[in-house]
């Protein structure tokens, strides 16, 4: 889903989406540590999901959203 789409999202469904999301990830590496994903890009697909939906979160809350490692000011 796009930074867009989740922008029209109220925050109770982001929320929501977000734990749905995490449950997922969390699925996803237990597949893959007994070596029953077949697509590891799953893992990598919610990653990036929940941290797009963080970031949404951040934005309305007014704080910056968390850096990435290894940025400098």
């Known amino acids: 889903m796009r930074a867009k789409e989740l922008r029209e999202r109220s925050d109770e469904e982001l929320a929501r989406l977000r ?6 990830l969390f699925k996803a590496r237990l597949q893959n ?3 029953q994903l077949d ?6 697909k919610a ?3 929940v ?3 963080n970031t949404v979160l951040a934005e309305r809350a ?3 959203a968390a850096k990435a490692v290894g ?3």
């Open 19 to 24: 734990n749905e999301m995490t449950e997922q």
């Open 33 to 35: 540590a007994t070596h």
């Open 39 to 44: 697509n590891t890009s799953k893992i990598a």
């Open 47 to 49: 990653r990036r999901e």
């Open 51 to 53: 941290a797009r939906i």
């Open 62 to 64: 007014g704080r910056p």
């Open 71 to 73: 940025d400098e000011e």
